[in-house]
């Protein structure tokens, strides 16, 4: 059959129907179209309207807008994103929309493009104590790798995913699960990840990870040494000993500072593993999934016995994790064994109190991209000079209307929080590369300045007039305004 | 898990989305809250393998069907051989015609065999399953314009109303139509009958050879075409009110025709801002005092309780 179709025609792999598409058309599902002989997402273009996120009335302040000469009418606020705008990658050709609207007296353009990233991939900030595989092992997504763990941060664990060593060099399979992969981790869909000698997760964008099966409620509030400094109080009189346990610094109240300052008693416990400073221990057990991310499920494991000539029977022992998820109350027998007790009363509440202030634990995915050569070229004539102008802050870049992080030195590699992004707002191309809507807003004489595309700048009421698949979405209210006009221009103060 | 598919629940916190490739289902179910919990959770797990089930067989569901065709495997697929087939012999057609209402009925039965539910419906771009148990109904409306919706007409959906599928069908729909019309809603007693039958009369809404009808050879749009090389409608000039009547006429003659056959309960033909209706033999619908009536070009299920009860 497919000798048959003209050369134009492209095969969609994004379901099994695997539609035939013709050039300028769409597949069965309307949703993916034969644009330019490439397979493009086709959502419909999303305009963010700036009076739906304030509540404020949709009605126009006046009824006869056309009897009205204007001159002190706030034009509407809406933004034109790049989400569903199309791209006109690989041509070297203006941008698809290059917009013009006038925003607190200042004329600005905004230049819309979604721009196709094979440079580019996710890093994902996972709140646990969790081990969840050593440092630089591979994680992979259906078996194929599609990147690596990265460092260890308060609280987390960073993975790195993607980049254009997964994406395309590596085999078909490989750049095929990468890219979907982080599509869906950018469309906020759950992704099962596996890492090498380490932990199966399922992460999902502003959702608890769900780490071997289990999902994570909280992050710790602190170190077990921290949670020690800050409950001391509370368990003072209460008991005689508390032991918080964590991977980090195992924190042991009488031995500990704040202990000490209070006047607590010495109790003869010996904790195994690395003494620090006083109260504070290292590497009590391996890192695991277990008691605040070692590998034990039985906290007497980190005990070696008590000290006769210090210790005394009916001696109380709290012990807890850094995430108040696990807690077990001892008392000390006639030989000085600990027997675990019903868990008293008065101690619940110190308990409570740490997993209270422990914030919810989530996935946080923070996508992350550079801008090529020709996707700049759809701005300027000189793509050097958009970069330019973004380093001196003239221009802002935002990616579906969301505030964006642009890396200090060459080029332009920006990263966005994805959940700040309006619904689907990634596609991808078979290449395999990743779509991404991106928008460049900048004051308008700063724009012909850089050799702007100016014959194809439009008004944004012609735009919204044109366009047919358009949508338009409230603007996130925790985001700034992104038409807000940029601080300052060329030459002035 | 199937990778591909969407399933959420929509802003609303109520209504259940499934996408996956071309099938796209809104689903709402009322009863106890743990019951409809199950029910969606039985959609889902029932969704995600259709549509791998029905590419299996796709060829054979693109091929026009005849009494020597032979029956797919598949669930889902058997249905839409069964729903195309009264037509098979006089016309062509082939199973995907019924393709929507018949997925939509499926996952209906998953919900309704998993949860004891007052009501549901499964609504898949337009063709839609119902379930009503005793003491509960829906009412069906239809509305001018999916854009500017005005509620022009409706209907009650009871148990005792041989009624579980409604299905429109037209040339500015998302599948082609040989026909003319801008839509056509038929009630039957099956989502894939419903929506076979709705493929069929939407057909026969036709002004053959009339010069302000665009019509293209299918594969010309759309190069992998279960029509092949049959002409679609692709753009109808405006029409005088004699054409509309004329073209409107000859869907209602072969939808009466169907509904003589016991294949459909009612239907609704609409063309350009007119509409002409095939009423069910006793009717308990409110449709029933003009012929002529304002435009209609899609259905939508109000998922308010019902008003008010069905009169025989």
Same mark, same amino acid.
């Given at each position: 059959?497919?000798?048959?179709?003209?050369?134009?025609?492209?095969?969609?792999?994004?379901?099994?129907?695997?539609?035939?598409?013709?050039?300028?058309?769409?597949?069965?599902?309307?949703?993916?179209?034969?644009?330019?002989?490439?397979?493009?997402?086709?959502?419909?273009?999303?305009?963010?309207?700036?009076?739906?996120?304030?509540?404020?009335?949709?009605?126009?302040?006046?009824?006869?807008?056309?009897?009205?000469?204007?001159?002190?009418?706030?034009?509407?606020?809406?933004?034109?994103?790049?989400?569903?705008?199309?791209?006109?990658?690989?041509?070297?050709?203006?941008?698809?929309?290059?917009?013009?609207?006038?925003?607190?007296?200042?004329?600005?353009?905004?230049?819309?493009?979604?721009?196709?990233?094979?440079?580019?991939?996710?890093?994902?900030?996972?709140?646990?104590?969790?081990?969840?595989?050593?440092?630089?092992?591979?994680?992979?997504?259906?078996?194929?790798?599609?990147?690596?763990?990265?460092?260890?941060?308060?609280?987390?664990?960073?993975?790195?995913?993607?980049?254009?060593?997964?994406?395309?060099?590596?085999?078909?399979?490989?750049?095929?699960?990468?890219?979907?992969?982080?599509?869906?981790?950018?469309?906020?869909?759950?992704?099962?990840?596996?890492?090498?000698?380490?932990?199966?997760?399922?992460?999902?964008?502003?959702?608890?990870?769900?780490?071997?099966?289990?999902?994570?409620?909280?992050?710790?509030?602190?170190?077990?040494?921290?949670?020690?400094?800050?409950?001391?109080?509370?368990?003072?009189?209460?008991?005689?000993?508390?032991?918080?346990?964590?991977?980090?610094?195992?924190?042991?109240?009488?031995?500990?500072?704040?202990?000490?300052?209070?006047?607590?008693?010495?109790?003869?416990?010996?904790?195994?593993?690395?003494?620090?400073?006083?109260?504070?221990?290292?590497?009590?057990?391996?890192?695991?999934?277990?008691?605040?991310?070692?590998?034990?499920?039985?906290?007497?494991?980190?005990?070696?016995?008590?000290?006769?000539?210090?210790?005394?029977?009916?001696?109380?022992?709290?012990?807890?994790?850094?995430?108040?998820?696990?807690?077990?109350?001892?008392?000390?027998?006639? =030989? #000085? /064994?600990?027997?675990?007790?019903?868990? !008293?009363?008065? @101690?619940?509440? *110190? &308990?409570? $109190?740490?997993?209270?202030?422990?914030?919810?634990?989530?996935?946080?995915?923070?996508?992350?991209?550079?801008?090529?050569? =020709? #996707? /700049?070229?759809?701005?300027?004539?000189? !793509?050097?000079? @958009?970069?330019? *102008? &973004?380093? $001196?802050?003239?221009?802002?870049?935002?990616?579906?209307?969301?505030?964006?992080?642009?890396?200090?030195?060459?080029?332009?590699?920006?990263?966005?929080?994805?959940?700040?992004? !309006?619904?689907?707002?990634?596609?991808? &191309?078979?290449?395999?590369?990743?779509?991404?809507?991106?928008?460049?807003?900048?004051?308008?004489?700063?724009?012909?300045?850089?050799?702007?595309?100016?014959?194809?700048?439009?008004?944004?009421?012609?735009?919204?007039?044109?366009?047919?698949?358009?949508?338009?979405?409230?603007?996130?209210?925790?985001?700034?305004?992104?038409?807000?006009?940029?601080?300052?221009?060329?030459?002035?103060? | 898990?199937?990778?591909?598919?969407?399933?959420?629940?929509?802003?609303?916190?109520?209504?259940?989305?499934?996408?996956?490739?071309?099938?796209?289902?809104?689903?709402?179910?009322?009863?106890?809250?743990?019951?409809?919990?199950?029910?969606?959770?039985?959609?889902?797990?029932?969704?995600?393998?259709?549509?791998?089930?029905?590419?299996?067989?796709?060829?054979?569901?693109?091929?026009?069907?005849?009494?020597?065709?032979?029956?797919?495997?598949?669930?889902?697929?058997?249905?839409?051989?069964?729903?195309?087939?009264?037509?098979?012999?006089?016309?062509?057609?082939?199973?995907?015609?019924?393709?929507?209402?018949?997925?939509?009925?499926?996952?209906?039965?998953?919900?309704?065999?998993?949860?004891?539910?007052?009501?549901?419906?499964?609504?898949?771009?337009?063709?839609?399953?119902?379930?009503?148990?005793?003491?509960?109904?829906?009412?069906?409306?239809?509305?001018?314009?999916?854009?500017?919706?005005?509620?022009?007409?409706?209907?009650?959906?009871?148990?005792?109303?041989?009624?579980?599928?409604?299905?429109?069908?037209?040339?500015?729909?998302?599948?082609?139509?040989?026909?003319?019309?801008?839509?056509?809603?038929?009630?039957?007693?099956?989502?894939?009958?419903?929506?076979?039958?709705?493929?069929?009369?939407?057909?026969?809404?036709?002004?053959?050879?009339?010069?302000?009808?665009?019509?293209?050879?299918?594969?010309?749009?759309?190069?992998?075409?279960?029509?092949?090389?049959?002409?679609?409608?692709?753009?109808?000039?405006?029409?005088?009110?004699?054409?509309?009547?004329?073209?409107?006429?000859?869907?209602?003659?072969?939808?009466?025709?169907?509904?003589?056959?016991?294949?459909?309960?009612?239907?609704?033909?609409?063309?350009?801002?007119?509409?002409?209706?095939?009423?069910?033999?006793?009717?308990?619908?409110?449709?029933?005092?003009?012929?002529?009536?304002?435009?209609?070009?899609?259905?939508?299920?109000?998922?308010?309780?019902?008003?008010?009860?069905?009169?025989?």
């Amino acid at each position: 059959m497919p000798e048959i179709f003209p050369k134009d025609t492209i095969r969609c792999d994004a379901c099994p129907v695997l539609c035939y598409i013709k050039l300028g058309q769409t597949g069965a599902c309307d949703r993916y179209g034969n644009i330019a002989g490439q397979l493009v997402r086709l959502d419909p273009h999303i305009v963010l309207d700036r009076a739906k996120s304030q509540g404020t009335p949709l009605v126009p302040f006046l009824e006869h807008e056309g009897e009205w000469d204007g001159a002190l009418m706030k034009s509407k606020e809406m933004f034109v994103t790049a989400i569903g705008a199309g791209t006109t990658y690989p041509d070297y050709k203006p941008a698809p929309f290059i917009v013009s609207s006038e925003v607190d007296g200042v004329d600005m353009v905004t230049v819309v493009t979604e721009g196709i990233f094979s440079y580019c991939g996710v890093k994902l900030k996972i709140d646990t104590d969790r081990h969840l595989g050593p440092e630089r092992n591979l994680v992979r997504s259906k078996g194929e790798p599609v990147g690596h763990v990265t460092t260890a941060e308060y609280g987390s664990q960073m993975l790195s995913l993607g980049g254009v060593h997964h994406l395309t060099g590596g085999t078909k399979s490989e750049g095929r699960v990468t890219c979907e992969t982080l599509l869906d981790l950018c469309n906020g869909k759950e992704v099962a990840l596996t890492i090498d000698d380490g932990a199966s997760i399922t992460v999902a964008a502003g959702k608890p990870p769900i780490v071997n099966g289990q999902q994570e409620e909280r992050m710790r509030v602190g170190c077990g040494s921290a949670t020690i400094g800050m409950f001391a109080k509370q368990w003072f009189g209460k008991v005689d000993e508390v032991v918080v346990v964590d991977d980090h610094i195992t924190g042991v109240l009488s031995e500990h500072q704040a202990g000490k300052m209070l006047g607590m008693r010495e109790t003869g416990i010996s904790i195994q593993g690395r003494r620090s400073t006083p109260g504070r221990y290292f590497q009590v057990a391996q890192p695991g999934t277990g008691w605040g991310g070692t590998n034990i499920s039985d906290p007497l494991a980190i005990l070696k016995p008590f000290k006769a000539k210090i210790a005394w029977p009916h001696l109380r022992l709290l012990m807890v994790s850094t995430t108040g998820e696990h807690f077990a109350y001892y008392e000390l027998d006639e =030989s #000085l /064994r600990p027997i675990e007790k019903d868990f !008293p009363e008065p @101690l619940r509440e *110190s &308990v409570d $109190r740490i997993r209270e202030n422990c914030e919810p634990a989530l996935t946080t995915v923070v996508f992350m991209a550079g801008a090529g050569g =020709s #996707l /700049r070229a759809g701005a300027t004539e000189n !793509p050097v000079k @958009l970069t330019d *102008s &973004v380093k $001196r802050s003239l221009t802002r870049v935002t990616a579906g209307g969301a505030p964006t992080y642009v890396w200090p030195g060459g080029g332009i590699t920006f990263m966005v929080d994805v959940s700040r992004m !309006p619904e689907n707002a990634f596609g991808y &191309v078979p290449t395999p590369a990743l779509v991404a809507p991106i928008e460049f807003t900048l004051k308008k004489s700063d724009y012909a300045a850089l050799g702007g595309h100016m014959e194809f700048v439009r008004t944004l009421d012609e735009v919204m007039r044109e366009k047919q698949r358009q949508r338009q979405l409230a603007s996130l209210p925790e985001n700034p305004w992104p038409l807000k006009p940029v601080p300052k221009s060329e030459g002035e103060p | 898990m199937n990778a591909r598919a969407t399933i959420r629940l929509l802003p609303d916190g109520r209504r259940l989305h499934l996408n996956d490739g071309p099938i796209d289902l809104i689903i709402g179910a009322d009863g106890a809250s743990e019951e409809v919990a199950r029910a969606y959770q039985a959609a889902a797990s029932r969704f995600v393998t259709i549509l791998d089930e029905l590419c299996e067989e796709l060829p054979l569901l693109r091929t026009r069907a005849s009494n020597n065709s032979p029956f797919p495997k598949g669930q889902i697929a058997g249905r839409m051989s069964e729903a195309v087939s009264p037509y098979q012999e006089r016309c062509f057609i082939t199973p995907m015609a019924a393709v929507a209402g018949a997925v939509a009925e499926a996952v209906l039965a998953a919900m309704t065999a998993a949860a004891e539910l007052q009501r549901a419906y499964v609504n898949n771009g337009g063709d839609i399953a119902l379930h009503v148990s005793p003491g509960h109904s829906y009412t069906v409306g239809m509305i001018e314009r999916a854009d500017t919706p005005s509620l022009f007409g409706k209907f009650d959906v009871s148990p005792t109303l041989p009624v579980r599928g409604v299905a429109t069908s037209g040339w500015r729909g998302r599948s082609f139509s040989l026909g003319i019309a801008d839509a056509v809603t038929v009630l039957a007693a099956s989502a894939p009958a419903a929506d076979a039958a709705a493929t069929i009369v939407a057909n026969a809404v036709n002004l053959p050879d009339h010069p302000a009808i665009t019509r293209v050879p299918a594969r010309e749009v759309s190069p992998d075409s279960d029509l092949l090389d049959l002409p679609v409608t692709r753009a109808v000039g405006a029409l005088c009110a004699q054409e509309i009547f004329e073209a409107l006429k000859a869907g209602a003659t072969v939808a009466r025709e169907l509904q003589a056959k016991g294949w459909i309960h009612a239907a609704a033909v609409c063309l350009q801002g007119q509409v002409l209706l095939v009423e069910p033999p006793l009717d308990p619908i409110e449709l029933k005092s003009a012929d002529i009536l304002p435009p209609v070009v899609a259905t939508e299920v109000n998922n308010a309780p019902s008003q008010r009860n069905t009169h025989a």
